[in-house]
């Protein structure tokens, strides 16, 4: 009962913060603490917003925005997968592998943007390029710990009943594995959406990214803001989704089943 | 039977051991290797000016970036870049500190703070140009912006996780206030606010990147995008090599940082494991 009200009271809270801010903020542009122009206050944007959601172009971006965000996620997830079992999984390539990862890892994806266009043109081709080379490590690293983690006890205790290594994919190592992966999945359903967003406003691949470049080079500074209020939106449901798929598929898992007991 | 055995032992025994230190380095360098001798070759062998040579790369970019422009794009860019962590980290960790000891505060802002994070960070890079113009100050604050998030939302966390017995002991002990945070909340926070600042650190490189190439004319990132518009690709790799290089540095230092603070958290979970 005190926890129930305790919950209560923070989502009332939460509420109370979300209306202050905007409340502020219409306040700001009023008063003129801040240039109304640029900066439209929040009744003038979720007006803006309002008139997009009745548009077709508004909901084509967002088509757009999530078939090169998905695509880019689904090969990088491929990928992953299969690179990361293989080198995880044979400690001969783990060890001539890893300096040229621990190399590769921390370049900044945007660095190879003009590798990119010079390769595909200004295209969708292009900013996969990107979106990919950023996303796999996320997932990579993660099936990388994922399939080295098996716990050994399980191991020797499976040799010892005589299962060969094709078995041992499915019941130990896909088991071991599949939380990290999932976790790999939903950082790099971050990643891939932030550089879904940034080919679209430099290579200019259509999408949100584009839709907002071209509100701002038309001064339509309100439309500027529905098109990142969208993205955050966007970026929020899609992590809500992925923490569901989460808590299906690992049901069974400690992490998962310790919430739902406590 | 156990003669067969015997050889069998005696085979690994008899063959020269290969000392560590060589099977480590190749380790190390064996596919680096691979990789640039494939390079070399297919430059060699099929000349294609879209992939130059490592040696056309090579003096590229000492002639580009170790000149006048070293001054005009590669300091400016680099002086962004580290004003905006350090603001990002300072901030993200005073703010965290506060939001994450005030529990009514806590519950009013993490919405909010949320949303901010949410929000893909290059979306804010017209908008702030647009608000602020083309400065530097815009963006060093477009690098603050989109990097203070995971800095600030992790320290929350990390604050709110404090272990209360801890707290509560330093209460009884009548730490003053500003004891308390040095000595126990942001030690007990400090793996925490790492992982943030590791996250923002990505974040901060990304945008000091793309603001060079929307909103600029100058800086690393506008050079290579004009390289490339200009077919001139042994300066354009040469641009995607330095920041390549500044990532990895930047993930050096960062390791090395992370050691120091957290050398103690790596060594209780050592001997946990133990």
Known sequence: MRSGSGMLSRVLLGIAGVLGFLLIWQL???????????????????????????????????????TTWSIGLGISIALAVVLGTVI????????????????????????????????????????LVIVVFATFWQVFIQVLYGVADVDPVARDTQRSFGIGPFQRLP??????ALPYLITGIRLGATVALILTVTGELIIGVPGIGRLLTQRATAGDYAGVYAMVITAGALALIINLIIRVIERRALAWHQSVRGEVVL | ?????????????????????????LEVIALPILILGAWSISAAVAPNNRFPSLWEIGEAFVDTWFGPNFFIDVLPSLGRLSAG???AVVVGIALGLLVGSVQWLRSLLEPVFEFFRAVPPPMLVPLLALALGISDQAKVLVIVAGAVWPVLLNTVEGVRAVDSLQRETAR???????????????????PQIMAGVRQSLSIALILMVISEMTASSSGIGYQILVFQTNYQYAEMWSGVVLLGLIGVVLAIIFQLVERRVLGWYYGLKGAERA
């Open chain 1, 28 to 66: 700001a542009a009023a008063v003129g603490w801040i240039n109304a122009k640029y900066v439209p206050p929040p009744t003038e944007v979720f007006a803006s917003l309002g008139s997009q959601l009745l548009d077709l172009q508004y909901w084509r971006a967002i088509g757009n925005t999530l």
């Open chain 2, 1 to 25: 039977m156990s003669v067969s055995e015997t050889r069998h032992i005696a085979i690994p025994a008899r063959r020269p051991r290969v000392p560590r230190w060589i099977t480590g380095t």
């Open chain 1, 88 to 127: 995880g999984l044979v400690p001969f390539l783990r060890r001539y592998t890893r300096s040229t990862i621990e190399f590769l890892r921390p370049i900044p994806s945007v660095a190879i943007i003009p590798i990119a266009i010079m390769s595909f043109g200004p295209n969708r081709e292009a900013s």
């Open chain 2, 85 to 87: 962590i350090i603001i």
């Open chain 1, 171 to 176: 019941h130990l190592v896909l088991p071991t």
């Open chain 2, 172 to 190: 009884a002990y009548q730490l003053s206030g500003a004891r308390r945070v040095v000595s126990i909340t942001l030690p007990s926070a400090s």
